[in-house]
């Protein structure tokens, strides 16, 4: 539809605009890029890392341990120098392990080979309460005042040391304080459980089934960190007086249900913190509704900013104008469109998982059976895949099936994965150079 945007930053609004008589919702898919230029106007930023490792008893089955321990290793070899870090133990309780007498050093050759020796001493032994160690970030946080903030949090197990309730308030407090990746080695840990935290804290979450493997997640982990450039964006969003935000959604890379984080900031003015920021673009769908115009009349449903701080980067606008024409009206967003679809897929996949667990082998194999369709027609080929682990599909007949085995971790992968979604794919016009001129071409 259009695009505007500076200082590195570019928003470009995709919708149709038109609407039938008496209709007054209003979809759009906001595309936000930040380009290189971002590194270029980013003030540089104090940089700390908190690496959180489960030391519980059970991390000592097989070489879980181990590979925790080469894990840390390998996220450190990443760290430019003179970023600050720290280790922290998670059991019952948290403790910083390294540095042990100040909250956090700057990387360099000798910090590390410091850090090493600390993480060869570590032992596994008491139990797993992850919102004490989320506690423990945040007041290592709190001492860098403005600066950006990562964490990476292992896990092999349940938050069986501390109440539900605990976490969810130690998740809260530590929203703005600093983003977190989060990973569970094996298949004795929760995926919502450990979602919850990733998902507030802008962060991702992944299955790592063999302890051998984490060392190179880790790092890549640590490589994406180390490439983000600003500590954190906002959307802000502008509706009239009588428009209302139904919701909001990051919906690629991943979809994420942002809705119920607006803050007011003025009237008729919500913000949604999008978190740090590299050279990358997510998408977000937007829905409003509004109070319906008569036939030829137009409305603004929606202004649309993207700040850094107080500081306005880019802004959209999002329309509505009421036709007769049904041809108009009754055409959709391509981008809106699939991106309702990955929605729909996402939630089709939890449902048939949470129906399998539940033991109602009639309704998880209609959901699963429906995410298998999705994954195919949206081209999301990640999921089609881990939905193979769980189904079988007849190529022939089309007839899906739940494995009467399915492997616990494969199942688990599944879980953590299906909100990654793909990218509508553009068909270009004569003479486009690449899928960005499709991205912004008007649609009616």
Same mark, same amino acid.
């Given at each position: 539809m259009g695009s505007t945007g500076s200082k590195g930053i570019s928003v470009a609004i995709d919708q149709n605009e038109y609407l039938g008589a008496g209709v007054g919702t209003v979809d759009a898919v906001v595309t936000v890029e930040a380009s290189s230029d971002l590194l270029l106007a980013a003030t540089p930023q104090e940089r700390v890392e908190i690496l959180i490792i489960d030391c519980s008893g059970s991390m000592g089955a097989g070489q879980k341990f181990e590979g925790a321990r080469g894990a840390i290793v390998a996220a450190l070899e990443e760290l430019a120098d003179g970023t600050h870090f720290a280790i922290v133990e998670g059991t019952h309780t948290a403790r910083s392990v390294f540095p042990a007498d100040t909250p956090s050093v700057r990387a360099d050759r000798r910090t590390r080979a410091a850090a090493r020796r600390a993480l060869d001493q570590l032992r596994p032994h008491g139990g797993t309460a992850m919102?004490?160690?989320?506690?423990?970030?945040?007041?290592?946080?709190?001492?860098?005042? =403005?600066?950006?903030?990562?964490?990476?949090?292992?896990?092999? =197990?349940?938050?069986?040391?501390?109440?539900?309730?605990?976490?969810?308030?130690?998740?809260?407090?530590?929203? *703005?304080?600093?983003?977190?990746?989060?990973?569970?080695?094996? @298949?004795?840990?929760?995926?919502?459980?450990?979602? %919850? @935290? %990733? %998902?507030?804290?802008?962060?991702?979450?992944? @299955?790592?089934?063999?302890?051998?493997?984490?060392?190179?997640?880790?790092?890549?982990?640590?490589?994406?960190?180390?490439?983000?450039?600003?500590?954190?964006?906002?959307?802000?969003?502008?509706?009239?007086? =009588?428009?209302?935000?139904?919701?909001?959604?990051?919906?690629?890379?991943? @979809?994420?249900?942002?809705?119920?984080?607006?803050?007011?900031?003025?009237?008729?003015?919500?913000?949604?913190?999008?978190?740090?920021?590299?050279?990358?673009?997510?998408?977000?769908?937007?829905?409003?509704?509004?109070?319906?115009?008569?036939? *030829?009349?137009?409305?603004?449903?929606?202004?649309i900013s993207v700040l850094a701080g107080e500081q306005v980067l880019g802004q959209g606008l999002i329309r509505a104008l009421w036709t007769t024409d049904t041809a108009l009206s009754t055409r959709i967003s391509r981008r809106v469109a699939h991106y309702t679809g990955q929605a729909e897929l996402a939630q089709a996949v939890r449902d048939g998982l949470a129906a399998r667990k539940n033991g109602d082998i009639a309704i998880a194999t209609a959901k699963l059976r429906r995410a298998v369709q999705l994954a195919a027609e949206s081209g999301n080929e990640g999921t089609a895949k881990l939905l193979r682990g769980v189904v079988e599909v007849d190529e022939h007949t089309g007839t899906v099936r739940l494995r009467s085995h399915v492997d616990a971790a494969d199942e688990m992968a599944l879980d953590a994965r299906s909100t990654k979604t793909a990218r509508v794919r553009d068909e270009l016009p004569a003479g486009a150079h690449s899928a960005k001129t499709a991205r912004v071409r008007k649609e009616i």
């Amino acid at each position: 539809m259009g695009s505007t945007g500076s200082k590195g930053i570019s928003v470009a609004i995709d919708q149709n605009e038109y609407l039938g008589a008496g209709v007054g919702t209003v979809d759009a898919v906001v595309t936000v890029e930040a380009s290189s230029d971002l590194l270029l106007a980013a003030t540089p930023q104090e940089r700390v890392e908190i690496l959180i490792i489960d030391c519980s008893g059970s991390m000592g089955a097989g070489q879980k341990f181990e590979g925790a321990r080469g894990a840390i290793v390998a996220a450190l070899e990443e760290l430019a120098d003179g970023t600050h870090f720290a280790i922290v133990e998670g059991t019952h309780t948290a403790r910083s392990v390294f540095p042990a007498d100040t909250p956090s050093v700057r990387a360099d050759r000798r910090t590390r080979a410091a850090a090493r020796r600390a993480l060869d001493q570590l032992r596994p032994h008491g139990g797993t309460a992850m919102g004490t160690w989320l506690g423990q970030a945040r007041k290592l946080a709190m001492l860098h005042p =403005g600066a950006m903030v990562h964490a990476i949090l292992l896990t092999d =197990g349940k938050n069986e040391h501390e109440e539900p309730e605990t976490l969810a308030e130690e998740i809260k407090l530590s929203e *703005g304080m600093f983003t977190c990746d989060c990973r569970g080695v094996g @298949i004795d840990w929760r995926v919502d459980e450990v979602r %919850s @935290i %990733s %998902s507030a804290l802008h962060g991702t979450v992944d @299955i790592v089934k063999d302890p051998a493997n984490l060392a190179a997640d880790f790092a890549a982990m640590m490589q994406n960190s180390m490439a983000k450039a600003i500590r954190e964006l906002t959307l802000r969003v502008w509706t009239p007086v =009588g428009a209302r935000v139904q919701f909001v959604k990051q919906v690629a890379p991943s @979809i994420e249900d942002l809705t119920g984080r607006r803050a007011e900031s003025g009237p008729q003015v919500g913000e949604y913190s999008l978190g740090a920021w590299g050279v990358e673009d997510r998408d977000y769908h937007l829905q409003v509704q509004l109070v319906p115009a008569a036939p *030829g009349r137009e409305k603004l449903a929606a202004r649309i900013s993207v700040l850094a701080g107080e500081q306005v980067l880019g802004q959209g606008l999002i329309r509505a104008l009421w036709t007769t024409d049904t041809a108009l009206s009754t055409r959709i967003s391509r981008r809106v469109a699939h991106y309702t679809g990955q929605a729909e897929l996402a939630q089709a996949v939890r449902d048939g998982l949470a129906a399998r667990k539940n033991g109602d082998i009639a309704i998880a194999t209609a959901k699963l059976r429906r995410a298998v369709q999705l994954a195919a027609e949206s081209g999301n080929e990640g999921t089609a895949k881990l939905l193979r682990g769980v189904v079988e599909v007849d190529e022939h007949t089309g007839t899906v099936r739940l494995r009467s085995h399915v492997d616990a971790a494969d199942e688990m992968a599944l879980d953590a994965r299906s909100t990654k979604t793909a990218r509508v794919r553009d068909e270009l016009p004569a003479g486009a150079h690449s899928a960005k001129t499709a991205r912004v071409r008007k649609e009616i």
